[in-house]
């Protein structure tokens, strides 16, 4: 078994928890793959498992930054030299140098170890990216598992995904030795298929390490998006972040997210960020609020939710929130929403949603105790809320009273 | 249900100019000039969103549906 619990504590037992390093252990390395972590060049390596899936993804292409250009070995036997930032393309159908290993996960086919190593002694990979090896169209590969070796910062945008280029569908694990990867920019592991349709990329992604990005510029953290992850750990996101609109979206399998030394506080774009994570129990406390302006679907459908008590009191400029579920995915877990009483709440009607939640009535009063008298028309839905029902018209008139449109 | 059709950008509806909507039910809407005023009954959201002459846009996530 992969001992990704010590890689995860080596993060800091202390910033840890073992409940959540217990959560690490959902992937193991598949019986039969070969162990990728084995001869990788310390410091300096990138390690990859690869398969064609028997001619399904039939090509695989790459490409490093590294100073003095890169090498790569495919099952330990060379296979070329390039300069930093070329392109190794890799056809599967005409290679045959080596006979890779028969595995038989995800379904029988051969899996080939591809090893990326700087050619200068020393020299650190700094950029690490797939590329399409055809000339158009959307590309899949077939990474199964890509394992880091590195002491250095890398960038990791669109490393494994682009959103009209390439993706690797199949990937299971992006793995560190260090137990977290220290990235000068989002990195971007899986995507979606054109307009969110149902093309759900890379949902066997159960691991990504730690993400360290104390030097990391830019500000979007948009459609990060972490496969089914059940956990991600984010460290040392500090003084940049203003758009986590979509960061964990359709992660049906996260159930827990680890913010360490993280600042929140610049983050105005919350669109959608934790909209269909089905198995999320918890939004996380260090969340801060403070430039919050846009929350549509902010925790939506999130059925495993417990307790939760949303305090966005912070978002004084707050224009729109949508905690909720429906009548088939009904989100009881989540039990209030304290909002700011100066809040403008001009976006789009419904302005709040706590529709099919679990706020009784007292807690839906205590909202409506809390809105700020509006002069637009603004919605405050409640439907199938569990209080919706006890509610009394004195209990609507606080509302109704400050020009909300209750929709129960 | 009682229903009624909002501009928004990110709506889950658009018409036939492609301007896009958010499409509202609720079994009674509660508003500042009395129950129901100003929404209209369907049988279901289908049923409004041929009335309203919208259809469900293509981006999602679908924008307050419920």
């Known amino acids: 078994m992969l001992n990704l619990i010590n890689d995860k504590l080596k993060t800091g037992l202390s910033e840890i928890s073992l409940k959540n390093a217990r959560l690490c252990a959902a992937w193991q390395i598949p019986s039969g793959w070969p162990d990728i972590r084995r001869n990788i060049v310390a410091g300096q390596g990138i390690n990859l498992l690869a398969t064609s899936l028997n001619g399904t993804y039939p090509n695989l292409g790459f490409t490093a930054a590294v100073t003095g250009g890169y090498s790569v070995y495919i099952d330990g036997v060379k296979y070329g030299d390039y300069a930093s930032s070329a392109q190794c393309s890799l056809v599967w ?41 055809a000339s158009s169209g959307n590309e899949q590969q077939g990474i199964l598992w890509a394992h880091f070796n590195l002491s250095n910062h890398i960038t990791l ?28 920019s989002c990195p971007g592991f899986v995507g979606y298929g054109a307009n969110y349709a149902a093309a759900y990329l890379a949902q066997y992604l159960k691991y990504v390490p730690a993400l360290n990005m104390p030097n990391a510029t830019g500000s979007s953290w948009a459609e990060s998006k972490f496969g ?24 049906a399998g996260l159930k827990k997210i680890a913010l360490i030394n993280c600042d929140t506080s610049r983050v105005s774009n919350w669109n959608n960020a934790h909209h269909y994570c089905v198995s999320l129990s918890n939004v996380p406390k260090e969340y801060n609020f403070a430039s919050a302006t846009a929350m549509a679907n902010f925790l939506t459908f999130d059925t495993a939710l417990q307790d939760t008590n949303l305090d966005v009191s912070a978002a004084s400029g707050l224009t729109k929130i949508g905690c909720y579920g429906s009548a088939a995915l009904p989100m009881r877990g989540f039990k209030g929403l ?3 009483s100066s809040a403008p709440f001009t976006g789009s009607a419904p302005q709040i949603n706590v529709s099919y939640t679990g706020m009784v009535r007292a807690a839906l009063v205590e909202l409506f105790n809390e809105l700020p008298t509006v002069s637009a028309s603004q919605v405050c839905q409640i439907t199938g809320s569990t209080g919706a029902a006890d509610l009394t018209a004195a209990d609507l008139a606080i509302a109704t009273a400050k020009g909300w449109t209750v929709s129960a | 249900m009682y229903f009624k059709i909002f501009e928004a950008a990110d709506g889950g509806y658009k018409d036939a100019a492609g301007k896009t909507y958010n499409l509202v039910g609720c079994n009674n809407a509660y508003t500042p000039k009395g129950k129901n005023e100003g929404w209209t009954q369907y049988a279901d959201e289908a049923a409004a969103a041929v009335v309203f002459g919208i259809t469900p846009s293509e981006q999602t996530p679908k924008a307050d549906a419920i």
């Open chain 1, 228 to 251: 089914n992850c059940p956990l991600v750990i984010l460290k040392n996101i500090t003084n940049l972040a203003t758009d986590f609109s979509g960061i964990f979206m359709y992660n």
């Open chain 1, 93 to 133: 159908a005409s290679y045959s140098a080596t006979a890779g290993y028969a595995i038989t996960s995800p379904a029988a086919c051969t899996a080939h170890i591809i090893e990326i190593r700087p050619q200068s002694a020393g020299a650190q990979i700094n950029t690490f990216k797939c590329n399409r090896v």
């Open chain 1, 157 to 184: 945008t669109f490393g494994f995904f682009g959103y009209d280029s390439y993706n690797n569908p199949l990937i299971q694990a992006i793995t560190s030795a260090t137990g977290e990867l220290l990235c000068d």
């Open chain 1, 338 to 340: 304290k909002i700011n």
